[in-house]
């Protein structure tokens, strides 16, 4: 089955600082990972995706990932925190085995400090 | 270019009542999914429609239907309402290259049952 753990339900950094956002997965095939940042009372917006191909992802406003096989981690990250970045994060997984089923993390609350 | 649309945005019913969710997908988009967004929850996939039939369905129960129109467009439908059902629903679309495919929200419908 299954299955995405966002294993710490809230990151706190200085604005300027590095960030990471954590991500396992478990999947029964070839993974597909996504990452969305969802803001006050709105829909997800996409930020990046890894499908094939180069290990580390670049994506919108400066974020990147990484994906690890070998620890089926996605983590998130970015070289220098924004005050405006504060937002809730998903990491999302679908496998390559057929089905379209999105699952979800519970999210990370990332708050950046000025 | 628009992107995904949701009607209403809000929406208050009473238990037992039905109600029905609609959704118009990204210019060029002709999958669209449904999921459910609990307060402090991820999202869950509920089911997917592409070419106007239910491709894939998560486990949500019989209640939870919908249907899809020739000009792609979806609605969500869900009958005997709950207090549980309570929750904010969004549409996602994308294109049918595969489970690869980047999906795309809407801003969702903020659904309370009293």
């Known amino acids: 089955a299954q299955s995405v753990a966002q294993p710490e339900d809230q990151v706190n950094v200085a604005e300027g600082n590095p960030l990471t956002v954590k991500c396992t997965y478990s999947?029964?095939?070839?993974?597909?990972l996504f990452w969305y940042v969802q803001y006050p009372n709105r829909g997800l917006q996409f930020l990046l995706k890894?499908?094939?191909?180069?290990?580390l992802v670049k994506g919108s406003y400066g974020f990147e990932a990484e994906f690890n096989k070998s620890q089926t981690s996605f983590h998130l990250k970015k070289p220098s925190a924004l005050v405006s970045d504060s937002a809730l994060y998903f990491c999302a997984v679908r496998d390559n085995t057929g089905g379209f089923k999105t699952i979800f993390g519970a999210g990370t609350r990332l708050f950046v400090k000025a | 270019d628009a992107g995904v649309t949701q009607s209403p945005t809000h929406l208050i019913k009473t238990r037992g009542q039905q109600v029905t969710l609609r959704c118009s997908p990204k210019?060029?988009?002709?999958?669209v999914s449904w999921y459910q967004q609990a307060l402090g929850q991820g999202p869950q996939f509920i089911f997917q429609?592409?070419?106007?039939?239910?491709?894939q369905r998560g486990n949500f129960p019989d209640r939870f239907s919908g249907h899809q129109f020739p000009n792609y467009s979806s609605e969500l439908n869900v009958n005997a309402l709950l207090l549980g059902d309570s929750a904010l629903y969004l549409c996602a679309s994308s294109a049918s290259g595969g489970a690869g495919e980047t999906q795309y929200f809407g801003p969702g419908t903020r659904l309370l049952v009293l």
């Open positions: 429609y592409y070419e106007e039939e239910e491709r």
């Open positions: 210019s060029g988009h002709d999958t």
């Open positions: 890894y499908i094939t191909g180069d290990n």
């Open positions: 999947v029964s095939g070839n993974p597909y």
